[in-house]
């Protein structure tokens, strides 16, 4: 019952992805500083990892809107839907790091 | 016999005293006891004093007994920017002492001359002297002694002055004088004095010593009053230097440590918090004890990085917590809740509501209230005011006392479960590194990799900046802390200082600096150059004060007016600082800027391998903000 609920949410979050501008995302992610916490390809820094494979966009807006953490918040006044949009389809291209094992100075 | 009569026999008594008015004669006569009266000063009253008889030379200075003193108490070196006011002491280190013990460390900046010592005593465990004039300079040092002071650092500042205003050469000299020299610093060092002889001087130096070693330690300062270092010490003038006797630190009262023990071994879920509770390597093996004797989860300070029980993650631990040992953490308020920087700032609470607290902590002995150094009030249930590494032994004793063999099996479970995950967090850290491995600007984590690989089988001590957790921190030298008090300006000097005391061990020195820091004091590199200090500075160039970034982005955000120039009064770019040139021209080795993360490897090498041959060496590395 639990996982199907997760799968229905999951779903359901999936279903309202919208399709951004990675390549404006990406300069959009310098230009609001997002790379400040975050690192320039989002893998993270003072502020959390967000690529590769970023949280769901409902989730995502919501916390840029109204984070719970420490995040400053990011208001639609500073960063429109559809800039959020765009930097949302830049995370989507983040690729996967190369594997520990690949990386001889991380085996030490 | 004073100085003033010292003098006169000098001069051939009667013949000079010939030479001055009855008026004269009387003055001299009238004021034998004057508290500081100068050779100086009594040269302008008796003036006009013949060539032949007028006394130009001394062979011993009262500024030599000083530093007989300052040899007497084991100082190795002493750092100074020039002054006038400390020119006799200046002149007895280099000539009478043959500087050796204390050495003179020529300092571009009395900032950078405190920061050093405060890094030295990081290391070596004690402090090493500093000389600065009494006004002017300790100005300069001011913010490195509150460094030094919050972060309970022993630092033995000697402070050159001019208290006689019949004394003071016109001009300078009356700018370089204070009536109460040690005033602007007196609320953030443990102790000071103003000596007015050399017994005095004697007495303070061994007390100020003393007091600056006992925890907890702090920065002290002795004012040399530059007359009394230019008087010539009389030939039947009885000195002596009073024995110097550490006091042992205060361990807990033994009720007070055996009802702790006790609530540890029965605790289910205790964690220890151990940031500032080792100064030895003695106290590292005290701590492990503790651990192992309890099976305990050890957040921070100075425990073995790849001890089993040394755990990551301290909010999980704390927040699963029913026991909490806390061993000399400054801010255990903060370490315990959580404040939310936001409009409306919030608070909560990381404990469980009937966790028990128990807090170790010299801190409670000592206090001053203008600076709010010592963080706001952490409530806990039972407080032991004793120095953490002095209690060891006997919580380790009493915790032992009370193991059944019911709890010593508990324990063992306790210590798979750890074990475990400490094997997890240690993957959890390596797989982390592998984001943004190939970035430009090259990720933090790429840049401490590539130096552990440089480091890794050498006997290296990291004297500022971070320390990964994959590296191997297995030795109470291997890691320094950060500024106190958290100003900028602390790193740079401060792993000069922590390198020097590494120099006679044969220790790899490495820091991680910030661009931002190394730009208030950059002269701390032509010291290194100078000194020959063996010190391999790795920076973390993210091209700005990248704390501050975020605050205004922060205030930006919140004022919903779009973060667009946060950068202005923030970045330190146009033009970007070519870190590697600018120590070139001062003598150091330097590489960089490195923004391609595949070439970082061979220059961090090429750089140690200067170092190994005894010379510092920067590489300019250019970041990701962290």
């Known amino acids: 019952m639990r996982l199907f609920l997760l799968a229905a949410i999951a779903f359901s979050l999936g279903a309202q992805t919208p399709a951004g501008d990675a390549k404006h995302g990406k300069q959009l992610f310098e230009s609001y500083g997002c790379y400040q916490c975050h690192g320039h390809d989002a893998h993270g820094g003072a502020g959390a990892r967000l690529a590769p494979n970023p949280i769901p966009f409902a989730a995502f807006s919501r916390y840029v809107r109204r984070p719970t953490g420490e995040m400053p918040p990011y208001t639609a006044k500073v960063v429109s839907e559809r800039d959020l949009d765009d930097i949302y389809a830049f995370l989507g291209t983040i690729p996967a790091p190369p594997p520990v094992k690949s990386i001889p100075i991380l085996n030490h | ?626």
């Open chain 2, 1 to 626: 016999m004073d100085r003033r009569g010292f003098l006169k026999g000098a001069a051939a008594g009667a013949a000079a005293l010939a030479t001055k008015t009855p008026a004269q004669a009387q003055e001299v006569h009238a004021r034998p006891a004057a508290p500081l009266p100068s050779g100086r000063a009594l040269a302008a009253e008796t003036a006009p004093v013949s060539a032949a008889v007028e006394v130009l030379t001394a062979d011993r200075p009262g500024s030599d007994f000083m530093l007989d003193v300052l040899k007497h108490l084991g100082f190795e070196y002493i750092c100074a920017n020039p002054g006038s006011s400390f020119r006799a002491l200046h002149e007895s280190i280099i000539n009478y002492g043959g500087n050796r013990s204390p050495e003179l460390i020529t300092c571009c900046h009395e900032e950078q001359s405190v920061a050093m010592a405060d890094g030295y005593a990081k290391i070596e465990g004690k402090p090493l002297a500093v000389m600065a004039h009494s006004t002017v300079g300790l100005q300069h040092a001011a913010m490195a002694i509150y460094n030094a002071y919050a972060g309970r650092g022993p630092v033995f500042l000697i402070l050159g002055n001019t208290i006689d205003v019949a004394a003071r050469r016109p001009g300078v000299e009356w700018y370089h004088s204070a009536q109460d020299a040690a005033a602007m610093v007196r609320d953030y060092s443990k102790w000071d004095d103003l000596p007015i002889s050399l017994t005095h001087f004697a007495e303070s130096a061994v007390r100020a010593y003393k007091i600056s070693m006992t925890p907890p330690m702090g920065p002290v300062v002795l004012v040399a009053d530059s007359d009394l270092q230019e008087t010539p010490v009389a030939p039947d003038q009885h000195l002596r230097i009073p024995k110097f006797t550490p006091a042992s630190p205060p361990a807990g009262d033994a009720a007070a440590v055996a009802a702790a023990a006790k609530m540890l071994v029965a605790a289910e879920n205790p964690v220890v918090l151990a940031d500032r509770a080792v100064r030895t390597e003695e106290g590292r093996k005290l701590l492990v004890e503790l651990a192992e004797t309890l099976q305990a989860p050890v957040v921070g300070g100075k425990f073995p990085s790849r001890h089993p029980l040394s755990q990551g993650g301290g909010r999980g631990l704390i927040g699963n917590a029913d026991v909490i040992l806390a061993l000399e953490v400054p801010d255990l308020w903060g370490t315990i809740n959580n404040v939310r920087d936001q409009l409306h700032r919030t608070t909560t609470s990381l404990t469980k509501p009937d966790a028990k607290i128990i807090s170790v902590s010299a801190e409670d002995l000592y206090l001053k209230s203008n600076y709010q150094d010592f963080q706001r009030y952490p409530e806990v249930d039972l407080a032991i005011a004793a120095d953490a590494e002095a209690t060891l032994p006997y919580l380790i004793e009493a915790c032992k006392r009370l193991l059944t063999g019911d709890r010593k099996r508990a324990f063992e479970d306790r210590g798979k479960k750890l074990a475990d995950a400490h094997r997890q967090g240690i993957e959890r850290a390596r797989t982390e590194a592998t984001y943004g491995w190939d970035s430009s600007p090259i990720s933090t984590a790429r840049m401490s990799a590539e130096i552990w690989e440089v480091i890794k089988d050498k006997d290296w001590s990291l004297v500022n900046g971070p320390a990964s957790r994959l590296w191997d921190i297995d030795k109470v030298y291997r890691t320094s802390t950060g500024g106190g008090a958290a100003g900028v300006g602390y790193g740079a000097p401060a792993s000069v200082g922590g390198a020097l005391a590494n120099r006679k061990y044969g220790r790899f020195s490495v820091s991680i600096q910030n661009d931002g820091d190394l730009m208030y004091g950059p002269g701390s590199f032509w010291t290194a150059a100078h000194h020959r200090i063996p010190l391999l500075a790795v920076m973390h160039n993210n091209r700005a004060y990248h704390q501050e970034v975020m605050h205004i982005q922060r205030m930006a955000n919140r004022h919903q007016r779009g973060i667009g120039n946060a950068g202005i009064g923030t970045t330190i770019t146009d033009p970007n600082i070519d870190y590697a040139a600018l120590v070139r021209a001062m003598g150091v080795h330097g590489e960089g800027p490195i923004t391609n993360p595949n070439d970082l490897g061979p220059a961090i090498r090429r750089a140690a391998e200067v170092v190994s041959k005894g010379e510092p060496a920067l590489v300019d590395v250019v970041t990701q903000p962290r």
